[in-house]
């Protein structure tokens, strides 16, 4: 539940001030307009990254660094790989990169999930309906 808060406030807050930060930065109106196309989706989606580094965070605390490091390089390899693919080959541009940003984060939190809920070789004892609960 923290999680989803904070993700929702550090979402809130950059979409807030995106336009006066950039006004105030007394941008170009093809940059302020690349700049936008790329904030929002990637603002709106931060709840992804805050899922999948909080999850991360929770297996390193476990001392089980091995799995998050597969987790957070598997996101970053798909991304590194998705980003052309969205980018050029879907016509997307910067908001291809954006959303491709967030779906790998995703493909990540996914994986932490599966290892956490349901393998359940973890520490860590959660079950889906004490967090639907909150």
């Known amino acids: 539940m923290k999680f989803f808060v904070c993700s929702i406030i550090l979402s809130a ?4 001030v995106l336009n006066p930060f950039l006004n105030f930065c ?3 109106a093809p940059v302020y307009k690349e700049a936008v ?24 605390a476990e001392g089980d660094i091995k799995r998050a490091i597969y987790a957070m390089t598997l996101g970053i390899t ?14 997307m541009e910067s908001v ?12 990540s939190e996914i994986m932490i999930f599966y290892w956490i809920l349901i ?16």
């Open 26 to 28: 007394n941008i170009d």
């Open 37 to 60: 196309d790329y904030s929002i989706p990637l603002f709106t989606g931060l709840i992804k990254f805050v899922f999948s580094n909080g999850l991360a965070a929770i297996l390193r």
């Open 78 to 91: 798909l991304n590194a790989t998705l980003n052309p693919v969205f980018i050029y080959l879907l016509h």
């Open 119 to 134: 393998k359940k070789d973890t520490y860590i004892n959660l079950n889906t309906e004490n967090i639907i609960k909150f």
């Open 96 to 107: 291809g990169a954006a959303v491709s940003t967030i779906f790998t984060s995703f493909i």
């Open 13 to 16: 807050i950059p979409l807030i």
